[in-house]
């Protein structure tokens, strides 16, 4: 492939990462080695959302071999929408792109959506071409999409696809959101509300091999619906608020006062009776 024009700007990429030392040293190189193509302003961050596991070091090190990669440390795990958050607000470049740290989505892919990110578009959205998943994870990532396009009016078809390209001006009104599974959702929402334009693109999705979701467990998934019904509550409310009653103008006709003489009975001049003569009368 042929190395594109250097035009991008300059871009910030974020991996949350929770327990993933087996794939995120590979997404950070793929990064580093991609980034340079598009632009030579660049910085790649790794949230590491309270890992246990040798993630920390692990990036620590990466650290010290590239200055453009620059880990965040949360002492205690945040949840995804934590994560994220922490991304957001520590990302310093024109735009943000992030995927998950787990090793899904192939960072290199990103070459897909900067051709999309043209003057006038805020977001770029990845979908997933066939989702990688065990049965049970595909049924119920199919319901929650399409419950959440029909009850939100999403303009993008895979809410829960994480492989975005975000203009950084976008986010300065998105504000916080939830730190459960629905925080994509509430961003969505809140990107979309603002006025932001989107753009789509087809992406692929791989097998998990490493580790475990931490989406797909019982505290998780009542933490997300608690969030997604709390939701939709919001916009319902919203929605109501924005209802307006339609404004009726009237306007009253100024009319010049009637004299009260015209009521009075002894002003008033009768006309004479009109009278009919009888055969007899007229010879007389």
């Excluded at 961050?45 to 965040?72: C, E, F, W, Y």
């Excluded at 959205?125 to 119920?140: E, L, P, Q, W």
């Excluded at 490493?210 to 709390?230: E, I, N, P, V, W």
């Amino acid at each position: 492939m042929t190395a594109p024009a250097k035009s991008l700007g300059s871009i910030s990429i974020f991996f949350p990462a929770f327990n993933d030392e087996q794939t995120i040293g590979e997404l950070v190189r793929h990064a580093l080695a991609i980034l340079p193509a598009y632009t030579s302003d660049y910085e790649v961050l790794v949230i590491n959302d309270g890992s246990t596991d040798g993630t920390a070091s692990l990036l620590d090190d990466l650290s010290k071999q590239d200055p453009h990669v620059r880990p965040i440390h949360h002492e205690a795990n945040r949840g995804y929408g934590g994560a994220l958050q922490s991304g957001f607000a520590n990302a310093a470049k024109e735009f943000v792109f992030y995927t998950d740290g787990d090793g899904q989505y192939d960072v290199r892919e990103i070459a897909r959506l900067l051709p999309l990110m043209k003057p006038g578009v805020d977001v770029v959205n990845g979908y997933k071409s066939k989702r990688a998943d065990s049965f049970h994870r595909v049924i119920i990532g199919k319901i929650y999409n399409r419950t959440a396009r029909l009850l939100f009016r999403l303009p993008i078809r895979d809410v829960d696809c994480d492989f975005r390209l975000i203009r950084r001006e976008a986010l300065q009104h998105v504000g916080e959101i939830s730190t459960s599974g629905a925080a994509c959702l509430e961003m969505i929402r809140k990107l979309k509300a603002n006025g932001a334009v989107f753009a789509e693109v087809e992406v692929s999705h791989y097998p998990r091999l490493h580790g475990h979701s931490q989406f797909f467990t019982f505290q998780s998934l009542m933490r997300t619906a608690y969030d997604f019904f709390g939701l939709l509550g919001q916009a319902w409310v919203s929605a109501f608020s924005s209802q307006q009653p339609a404004r009726i103008e009237t306007h009253e006709e100024v009319k010049d006062p009637i004299p009260s003489e015209a009521f009075t009975l002894s002003k008033i001049t009768f006309a004479p009776a009109f009278t009919t003569k009888t055969r007899s009368q007229e010879k007389q």
